[in-house]
């Protein structure tokens, strides 16, 4: 096929793309915003067409499984359901097959992201009563949530968006259980696999808060206002506790009164124990200033209510990504103080006010009492060790909910009613048994994950539009004498895992997708296998922690390295490839 001004301006708008979002030029939605008006403007795209994705039915289903998934989330079941499934289960070896089983079962289901966030904290709990390494326990969390979410059309948002995309290409919708020929048996095979290896290839760690806790000389500093110190009735700001290297005011206690966070406008009184947070070779700046202060000691007091201390792990799409600490309004917005900033295992050194944030990272923070009920509604991150007892739920009528969910399900498989309609129906019974409040639901819309689509729909159109689909296919023509059809269902899982894995998966699906039919188009063969492999290539993405969010959900807590998922990922992505390819290439390109 001749390459053709439009062809070479998709290359150019795919080339922009996939640096962009490698070297994380600008968040993704604005990097998908700005290739798509490029389409726009090039005449590739109609105005109507970049803006169609919003009106696709797969959308509207993605939406709703978000929605559903996010009450389920703030009824606090999660924990009633894992206490009573797991309570028995004292043994390491048990906890993990448990989890892994029950988790990649729910998450067939479930969206996998609001679900892995859900059972990190009771994850963490459960290691720290049990003096187990989380480090052990939150890759396969995330994997079995990744293989779970293969086995069905709703399991995860990526095969729900190559149905869009398949639907939009002219296809007929697959039908909910079309993945399960090839994800059902990876389920078992990828559980197995786990079990067998994830103890020897899995780095044993302490979480950030242990460390914290087991080495608070090196972060926790108390110091006391003594009489006569010219910091009395000064505030916080004046005193210059704004700007100090490498430490950070998060507490004073004044009497029985503790007061946290600290406001820059708070003044300083006779007798106030000030806590200090950072590096204890800091305290050289106060020390050398002579305010008036005592010598550091310990901060026992803090360490009677660890409950105030917390761990949370910035989300992939938070809107807190990009920003200096100083920038955030965090304390004013969630009640809370950073003190602490680990990325990569490491703490972030320096002042904390200038630190940018990035996601994947694990904050600490000294949170006061309305830190729970202000972080409930936000995307920015996810709370890993929040102590706070769950808020009472009705059993019964998130049981009917649940209920009402599987049967939905079934009958859109089985029966013509579509899967929008039952859902649609499920939201209505949860909103009539106010399980959660109204205004609530709106609050929990990932709108990132939305855009992202639509907008990934939309480019999977300029391809077609331009030919370059078709382009792009004919160059993988020459390798038709070698490979076969379970040769190019390995190479295109091969590839799109590749650029999930260090892009994204949504770019990776709209990439793919419409070159994947080509391809098969080209050849003469059956499209569906092709159509199925590009969501397995990019859902079943165990190699890096920034391929997948949920491995990057738990990238920080568990104090992983990229190498630690490249161990354990690769051969796991190996076997997943092989097989996902065999059972595919047999069931529909075999004669």
């Known amino acids: 096929m001749i390459m053709t001004p439009s062809i070479v301006l998709i290359l150019c708008v795919l080339l922009f793309l996939l640096t962009a979002l490698y070297l994380e030029w600008f968040r993704p939605t604005v990097t998908f915003f700005i290739a798509i008006l490029g389409l726009v403007v090039g005449g590739v795209l109609s105005p109507e067409e970049a ?11 993605i939406i709703l499984l978000l929605i559903i998934s996010d009450i389920f989330k703030k009824s606090s079941v999660i924990d009633v359901i894992f206490n009573r499934l797991f309570g028995a289960h004292h043994s390491y070896t048990r906890f993990r097959f448990s989890m892994m089983t029950v988790v990649a079962s729910f998450s067939a289901f479930f969206n996998n992201t609001p679900l892995v966030a859900m059972m990190m904290p009771y994850v963490n709990n459960w290691a720290n009563k049990r003096e187990v390494s989380a480090s052990k326990l939150l890759i396969p969390l995330s994997y079995a949530a990744i293989l779970g979410g293969c086995v069905t059309l709703i399991g995860t948002s990526t095969n729900l968006i190559v149905n869009g995309l398949a639907v939009e290409a002219g296809f007929e919708a697959l039908s909910i259980f079309d993945f399960a020929y ?32 087991s080495n608070r000389r090196e972060f926790f500093i108390e110091t006391q206002v003594k009489a006569g110190s010219q910091l009395i009735g000064q505030t916080v700001q004046h005193a210059g506790f704004r700007n100090l290297k490498g430490l950070y005011l998060v507490e004073i206690h004044r009497g029985m009164q503790s007061i946290a966070p600290v406001s820059p406008e708070e003044q300083i009184q006779k007798d106030d124990a000030l806590i200090f ?11 050398k200033q002579d305010l008036g202060l005592t010598l550091p000691k310990m901060v026992e007091r803090m360490l009677d209510t660890k409950s105030s201390i917390n761990e949370i792990v910035v989300s992939f799409n938070s809107n807190l990504i990009g920003k200096k600490v100083q920038d955030t309004d965090f304390r004013a917005r969630f009640d809370a103080a950073i003190v602490a900033i680990h990325r990569n295992g490491e703490k972030v050194s320096g002042k904390i006010g200038e630190v ?9 923070v000294f949170s006061g009492t309305d830190f729970l009920s202000r972080t409930k509604n936000h995307q920015a991150f996810y709370v890993l060790t929040h102590t706070e007892e769950p808020e009472q739920i009705n059993v019964t009528k998130v049981a009917v909910v649940f209920t009402a969910l599987i049967s939905s399900i079934l009958l859109a498989a089985f029966t013509s009613i579509s899967l929008l309609t039952c859902l649609s129906a499920v939201l209505l019974i949860a909103v009539f048994m106010k399980i959660v409040p109204l205004n609530e639901i709106r609050k929990g819309l990932d709108f990132d994950l939305i855009l992202l689509i639509a907008f990934g729909l939309a480019l999977g159109k300029g391809m077609i539009n331009s030919g370059a ?15 076969g059809g379970f040769g190019f269902l390995v190479l295109i899982f091969f590839v799109t895992n590749i650029l999930a894995a260090y892009i994204t998966n949504k770019a990776a699906v709209a990439i793919l997708f419409p070159i994947s039919v080509a391809l098969a188009m080209e050849l003469g063969l059956n499209p569906i296998p092709f159509i199925l492999i590009v969501s397995f290539g990019a859902a079943a993405n165990f190699i890096t922690p920034i391929g997948y969010q949920t491995n990057l959900m738990v990238y920080g807590p568990g104090g992983y390295s990229f190498k630690d998922f490249m161990k354990i990922g690769l051969p796991l992505t190996i076997i997943y490839m092989l097989v996902t390819a065999f059972i595919l290439n047999y069931m529909y390109l075999s004669n």
């Open 51 to 61: 803006i169609h994705g919003f009106a696709n039915e797969q959308l509207a289903v």
């Open 182 to 213: 090839a994800g059902l048996p990876m389920f078992l095979i990828g559980v197995l696999y786990l079990l067998l290896f994830s103890d020897r290839l899995l780095p044993e760690k302490e979480t950030q808060l242990d460390h914290q806790l």
């Open 277 to 287: 947070a950072g590096e204890t070779t800091s305290v050289e700046e106060i020390q």
């Open 356 to 364: 940018e944030l990035k996601a994947g990272d694990v904050l600490l």
């Open 469 to 483: 689909s078709i382009y792009l296919a004919d160059l993988f023509l020459f390798l038709n004498p070698y490979l």
